[in-house]
Nanobody
Framework: VQLQASGGGLVQAGGSLRLSCAAS????????MTWSRQAPGKEREFVAR????????YYADSVKGRFTISRDNAKNTVYLQMNNLKPEDTAVYYC??????????????????WGQGTLVTVSS
């Protein structure tokens, strides 16, 4: 499967953005999906995860209550709605897909396919 992330940009603190991750090559419904991010000089970190049918989601504590992950399997797309953005949310955001559930859904190694990333910059 190929993943294409989009929707990043420059936003002021308190603002909102919606990221999209479009899949091609195979039905998205096959995969567990995640969003991760990597800020300059830092390691990639887990942001959110959604199961195959969209009924179960997980979030990093740092984004809980502000970000919402969702999916539309008919459109082969996963979304990340980001509200009340903070400067510390500035990072390149990546979507990824896992065939199996995995032992730790937060670990990058669980995911088999990665998109190219989209940059989110939050100004103070």
């Amino acid at each position: 499967v190929q993943l294409q992330a989009s929707g990043g940009g420059l936003v002021q603190a308190g603002g909102s953005l919606r990221l999209s991750c479009a899949a091609s090559g195979r039905p998205l419904s096959t995969y567990f999906m995640t969003w991760s991010r990597q800020a300059p000089g830092k390691e990639r970190e887990f942001v959110a995860r959604i199961n195959r049918n969209g009924e179960i989601t997980y979030y990093a504590d740092s984004v809980k209550g502000r970000f919402t992950i969702s999916r539309d399997n008919a459109k082969n797309t996963v979304y990340l709605q980001m509200n009340n953005l903070k400067p510390e949310d500035t990072a390149v955001y990546y979507c990824a897909a896992a065939v199996q559930y995995g032992s730790d859904y937060r670990a990058p190694g669980v995911y088999d396919y990665w998109g190219q990333g989209t940059l989110v910059t939050v100004s103070s």
